[in-house]
Nanobody, 120 residues
Framework: QVQLVESGGGLVQAGGSLRLSCAPS????????MGWYRQAPGKQRELVAT???????SYADSVKGRFTISKDNAKDMVYLQMDSLKPEDTAVYYC??????????????WGQGTQVTVSS
């Protein structure tokens, strides 16, 4: 059973920064990609950023230039550095891990979520 544990959320003023951390159970090498999603009240969950096992990254347009996803293979950790935060970044942020298979659909694992609130 894979578990993903997020930490680092909180309340911050607009323009401030937060760093989210995701600690999966076991090695991150078993995942083909890891990422962060967020869900604001009344909205669908949306992709924020991803990083593959080859360290290729991608970002939602709304966070490009402000957020940075990274991973530390030695510590088996994934991070989301969030700078220049805006009130519209307020959401529950979820860590995600994916394992790709050729014969069955991708398996997704999710953390429990961490609240990020940005005040204006």
């Amino acid at each position: 059973q894979v578990q993903l544990v997020e930490s680092g959320g909180g309340l911050v003023q607009a323009g401030g920064s937060l760093r989210l951390s995701c600690a999966p159970s076991g090695s991150i090498f078993k995942f083909n990609a890891m990422g962060w999603y967020r869900q604001a009240p009344g909205k669908q969950r949306e992709l924020v950023a991803t990083i593959t096992s080859f360290d290729s990254t991608s970002y939602a347009d709304s966070v490009k230039g402000r957020f940075t996803i990274s991973k530390d293979n030695a510590k088996d950790m994934v991070y989301l550095q969030m700078d220049s935060l805006k009130p519209e970044d307020t959401a529950v942020y979820y860590c995600n891990a994916k394992i790709f298979y050729t014969s069955i659909p991708t398996i997704d694992y999710w953390g429990q979520g961490t609240q990020v609130t940005v005040s204006s």
